[in-house]
């Protein structure tokens, strides 16, 4: 079957693969230095609150991620989509974060649990709408 197939689906493959990560990546580094607390050193820390909440951000994202990827026409096409997705998933988060969850650094710091969760959750659910408006329809 792996020989079958032609070079340039592997190349494909690998590129929309890499083109993901790299979105991913970004994703992460953007969301890590616009928050106001420190993700990393809160997660090496214990702090379970924060790494609950920068989970449920990647998991948000990675679902916009595979929406781009599955229905882009090409390479560029997925990373127009996918840099939309990021600005609409991070803005988005940034809205309900301030109706839904008040005072939400200092629920991290305190390393609230429950909030964590409730982050998490709706960082996924942005994450479904805003992959499932990705279309050409």
């Known amino acids: 079957l792996l020989m079958n197939l032609a070079f340039g689906a592997y190349l494909a493959f690998f590129s929309y693969f890499i083109g993901g990560l790299s979105l991913l990546l970004a994703f992460m580094f953007l969301y890590v230095r616009l928050t106001p607390y420190k993700e990393y050193d ?37 990373a127009l989509w996918g840099a939309i997705g990021l600005l609409a998933q991070y803005i988005a988060y940034q809205i309900i974060q301030r109706i839904v969850i008040i005072g939400w650094a200092q629920q991290v710091e305190n390393d609230n649990v429950a909030a964590g969760i409730l982050a998490a959750a709706v960082s996924i659910a942005i994450g479904l709408p805003n992959a499932a408006s990705m279309t050409y329809r």
Request: proline content about 0%.
């Open 42 to 78: 809160l997660i090496r820390q214990g702090n379970r609150t924060a790494a609950l909440a920068l989970a449920g951000n990647i998991i948000g994202y990675a679902i916009v991620i595979y929406t781009a990827i599955a229905h882009s026409v090409g390479w560029l096409d997925m």
